[in-house]
């Protein structure tokens, strides 16, 4: 009788991962570790920028990156979504991706389930969806999605309804509201979140009383006393590449400046004859050459 052929793959177990999580990923069970040990946290946001700012942010240790999606409409981004987070993720392998979630899918309870489970999937570590209401928040949390959100000045279209993009805040009434909307958020499920827009007292008090990451973004701290868990900017601040720059903002590096100049030495030894140079090409074999030469005579 014939000896039958083990046909068994020999894996190395050590290669192989259950669980989409990389080992020293900043989840958020690392930014709750670094509120409660009082190490200060640093957000990051490329606003449209491509995927190498977010290598970039990840190489230099920084903890958190916002993450939208480049597109000339929301239906595009939302299509896109998916594809973009595997895409930075590939890229930048540790820094928390704090993913922006556009309204129609959190339109409903079900559509946020659905939509926040592909994102994180896909490779998000948390979602902030925009303004959301208790109960689709809470359902988020219940069904063990991860919701890093935000408070204060709210982004986009939604700042219509606050009258524009605006300084909240600024009365003991309407700091209340702010205050009261983070305490039901934290309350509800959400476990980190941004304050934007809100005087230093403010969203010190509030990041005080809070047991969730509070990350400021415009929000008036001064350092010192006045303080949250970490701070936000936008690459756009960042490299200074915004008309001018804003009160809260600080430009780290000119990218303009920066990107022409290479540009133009570039372009300079192209059209000066310095580029390229012997060590920048290579050369066919002689023999081979006379034989190419002879044949392109016949042409």
């Given at each position: 009788?014939?000896?039958e052929k083990n046909n068994?793959?020999?894996?190395?177990?050590?290669?192989?991962?259950?669980?989409k999580?990389k080992?020293g990923r900043?989840?958020?069970?690392?930014?709750?570790?670094?509120?409660?040990?009082?190490?200060?946290?640093?957000q990051v946001?490329?606003?449209?920028?491509?995927?190498?700012?977010a290598?970039?942010a990840?190489?230099?240790?920084?903890d958190i990156?916002?993450l939208?999606v480049?597109?000339?409409n929301?239906?595009m981004?939302?299509?896109?979504a998916?594809?973009?987070?595997?895409?930075?993720r590939?890229?930048?392998?540790?820094?928390?991706?704090?993913?922006y979630m556009?309204?129609?899918?959190?339109?409903?309870?079900e559509?946020?389930m659905e939509y926040?489970?592909?994102?994180?999937n896909?490779g998000?570590?948390?979602?902030?969806?925009?303004g959301?209401?208790?109960?689709?928040?809470?359902?988020?949390a219940?069904?063990?999605?991860?919701?890093?959100?935000?408070v204060?000045a709210l982004?986009?279209?939604q700042?219509?309804?606050?009258?524009?993009?605006?300084?909240?805040?600024k009365?003991?009434?309407s700091?209340?509201?702010?205050?009261?909307m983070?305490y039901?958020?934290?309350e509800?499920?959400?476990?980190?979140?941004t304050?934007?827009?809100?005087?230093?007292e403010?969203s010190?008090a509030?990041?005080?009383?809070?047991?969730?990451?509070v990350?400021?973004i415009?929000?008036?701290?001064?350092g010192g006393?006045s303080?949250v868990?970490g701070y936000?900017m936008v690459?756009?601040?960042?490299?200074n590449?915004?008309p001018s720059?804003?009160?809260?903002?600080?430009?780290?590096a000119?990218?303009?400046?920066w990107?022409?100049a290479?540009?133009?030495?570039?372009?300079?030894?192209?059209?000066?004859?310095?580029?390229p140079?012997?060590?920048?090409?290579?050369?066919?074999d002689?023999?081979?050459?006379?034989k190419?030469?002879?044949?392109?005579e016949?042409l």
């Amino acid at each position: 009788m014939a000896e039958e052929k083990n046909n068994t793959v020999e894996i190395d177990k050590s290669k192989v991962h259950a669980s989409k999580m990389k080992k020293g990923r900043k989840t958020i069970n690392y930014l709750q570790k670094c509120k409660e040990e009082g190490k200060k946290l640093v957000q990051v946001c490329p606003a449209n920028r491509d995927q190498y700012f977010a290598m970039a942010a990840d190489m230099a240790d920084c903890d958190i990156l916002r993450l939208t999606v480049p597109g000339e409409n929301v239906t595009m981004q939302i299509e896109h979504a998916p594809w973009w987070i595997r895409t930075t993720r590939a890229a930048a392998q540790y820094i928390h991706i704090n993913f922006y979630m556009q309204t129609p899918t959190y339109c409903s309870k079900e559509k946020a389930m659905e939509y926040g489970s592909l994102y994180m999937n896909n490779g998000a570590n948390s979602l902030l969806p925009m303004g959301v209401s208790n109960e689709t928040l809470k359902y988020m949390a219940d069904n063990y999605l991860v919701v890093f959100g935000h408070v204060g000045a709210l982004s986009g279209w939604q700042t219509d309804r606050q009258g524009g993009y605006k300084k909240m805040g600024k009365t003991a009434e309407s700091a209340m509201k702010v205050a009261r909307m983070a305490y039901e958020y934290q309350e509800n499920g959400m476990m980190a979140m941004t304050i934007e827009l809100v005087p230093g007292e403010v969203s010190t008090a509030i990041a005080k009383k809070l047991r969730v990451p509070v990350i400021g973004i415009a929000s008036g701290c001064t350092g010192g006393d006045s303080d949250v868990d970490g701070y936000e900017m936008v690459d756009l601040d960042t490299f200074n590449m915004m008309p001018s720059l804003a009160s809260h903002a600080k430009a780290y590096a000119d990218f303009f400046q920066w990107a022409t100049a290479a540009y133009a030495a570039w372009a300079q030894d192209v059209r000066s004859g310095n580029y390229p140079q012997e060590q920048n090409g290579w050369h066919m074999d002689p023999v081979e050459l006379e034989k190419f030469l002879a044949e392109m005579e016949k042409l």
